[in-house]
């Protein structure tokens, strides 16, 4: 690959993002990662996460620091409003997977992103969780993503978040499911 | 209901719990809520998200404060690791509502908590998101959420988590999924 005039574009570096892609292409090991958060209830329905080891390119890894969430329910739902609510936490890892997949496309195609801003809305009856009907699902029954986006051509933009959309593990996760194991120590 | 000796147990308003049930029962569209988030990108995969206001029990409502979240990717996915990925919030979504719904359901059932701790496990194969291969989903393969609990019983522990775990929102879209639509404004 040669050297581009520009090899940082929107913030990526994409000359560091080819050589990662070539990386993997030469040993896919590379790109078997194991995230992780551990979680510690405090009160009520308030508890914190800590994110801080991973596993991936074959090594543990960490963050550079441990990074810690609160969550709770807010008053109306008999918590303390001590951070948002789990379904929220959900919302801001669907925006944020498809924004960061938006910055990394468009830097790989050479568009240009001058503001990448999104709302998430999801609508839930709380009947379900409530254990007040048991027609009604307990997760969310729709989310809508709204993105407002500007920078180069608007057609190479709407083509960018389409591929974002098309590659983004939480958009994956979050519309298809995924396996979930539940095991308890009770002592 | 007669006042009991203990209306709080395990933090948890147990008076107002039931209330909050008597009132939804009474008015089924009380029970109807849209969380939401917004989004705004930085640089490169570094985006940030903020919680604020939501609609429930028919009005406007919003958190006691703004709450503000970074999102990014390590180094190692040339990220600049100014908040954990976006994947990793999926997580902790997960462990803070099953474990927010344990604290509901052992304080209903006259439970009581000394810990309640989890980790939880995410393995993705990055060739998906990577573009690598078309054989790799892009999301996680499956996910294993560990808990140690401890207070009363061991059987009614378990079973306070296999409640929980069967009226929990972010389990339910986490393993089922959800539609998502996405909408752009491309300027």
């Not at 994409?14 to 292409?25: C, E, G, P, Q, S």
Request: aromatic share 6%; proline share 4%; net charge negative.
């Amino acid at each position: 690959m040669t050297t581009t005039a520009s090899p940082i574009r929107n913030g990526v570096d994409t000359a560091t993002l080819f050589a990662t892609l070539d990386a993997v292409k030469g040993d896919t090991d590379i790109a078997k990662f194991q995230f992780r958060a551990t979680n510690r209830w405090v009160s009520g329905t308030h508890n914190r996460s800590t994110i801080h080891g991973f596993h991936g390119a074959k090594q543990e890894m960490t963050h550079r620091e441990p990074f810690t969430f609160d969550a709770d329910h807010p008053p109306v739902l008999v918590g303390s409003d001590k951070g948002p609510t789990p379904v929220e936490f959900l919302l801001h890892a669907l925006a944020a997977c498809l924004t960061a997949g938006i910055a990394n496309v468009a830097a790989a195609r050479g568009v240009n992103l001058t503001e990448v801003s999104s709302t998430v809305e999801g609508d839930i009856d709380l009947l379900g969780i409530l254990g007040l009907s048991d027609d009604v699902r307990n997760g969310y029954q729709q989310i809508k993503v709204s993105f407002v986006i500007r920078g180069d051509d608007p057609d190479k933009l709407r083509s960018v978040v389409e591929q974002s959309r098309r590659r983004s593990a939480v958009f994956d996760v979050v519309t298809n499911g995924v396996p979930v194991l539940i095991d308890v120590d009770a002592g």
